[in-house]
């Protein structure tokens, strides 16, 4: 039934000659085949004898947890093998809860509690002005990683749809600063911890969709994150020097 759901889905990708193996990486032409009648079967990549896909008849929750676990094979799944568009909203919503996050530690710091309307509009101002900050922070970021890996690797970028692959594969495993609202609401003494090991939940899932995207080891995915750590670094402290709570 899971294999029948997908369908359609995978119909449409087939157009698209976008499928690969999920445990080799080589590139297929089919992740199943339709002998009618409802009689599905999963094809067998001509590389590596193994399934191309496994997880087009596991249930989403399994692929999911596969992805938190940072699988290789379910990241290639996403990424090569599905059709999803939410990596634009996913940003969006990250950005607003890391921004949340910043203006609520700014109210903390202020002791000004005047219900005057003149207050209240400087406070929702510092809201936008605390997403626009981490929206630059997040830019730079990508720019760094994106710099690093076309100067060392620039056969690996070298059309749009690879810099578009890649800036989607960034977006979508940043998926781990949704977990920045939890932390905030459940706020407790290990409140800073647990916001550090979401920053590198959130850069080893980086990592990995970098490995996965561009069949790289783990030293260069590593490496390019760093320089845009560094860029990133370099934006926060340019905002500091000018005066702004960040």
Not at 27 to 50: F, N
Request: charged share 20%.
């Amino acid at each position: 039934e899971v294999l029948t759901s997908w369908g359609v889905l995978l119909r449409a990708m087939a157009a698209l000659g976008a499928y690969r193996c999920i445990e080799c990486n080589r590139e297929a032409a089919e992740l199943y085949r339709d002998y009618q009648r409802g009689v599905l079967r999963i094809s067998i990549c001509k590389s590596c004898q193994k399934p191309v896909d496994k997880y087009i008849e596991y249930d989403p929750v399994i692929i999911l947890i596969n992805a938190i676990l940072c699988k290789a094979q379910a990241y290639r799944h996403i990424l090569f093998n599905t059709k999803i568009n939410i990596h634009g909203k996913l940003c969006i919503f990250c950005l607003l809860c890391e921004a949340y996050l910043r203006w609520l530690q700014l109210q903390d710091s202020s002791q000004n509690i005047d219900p005057d309307d003149l207050i209240r509009y400087a406070k929702e101002w510092d809201f936008y002005r605390m997403f626009g900050i981490a929206s630059l922070e997040q830019t730079s970021f990508l720019i760094g990683i994106f710099i690093t890996l076309w100067w060392m690797r620039p056969e690996m970028l070298k059309t749009k749809s690879d810099f578009i692959l890649l800036l989607k594969a960034l977006l979508l495993s940043s998926y781990g600063k949704l977990l920045l609202i939890p932390a905030v609401i459940w706020e407790h003494d290990y409140t800073p911890l647990c916001l550090a090991f979401i920053k590198v939940f959130v850069l080893i899932s980086n990592s990995q969709a970098i490995r996965v995207t561009l069949n790289l080891n783990r030293v260069l995915p590593w490496l390019a994150i760093f320089f845009g750590l560094i860029l990133e670094n370099g934006v926060v402290c340019l905002f500091q020097k000018l005066g702004w709570d960040v």
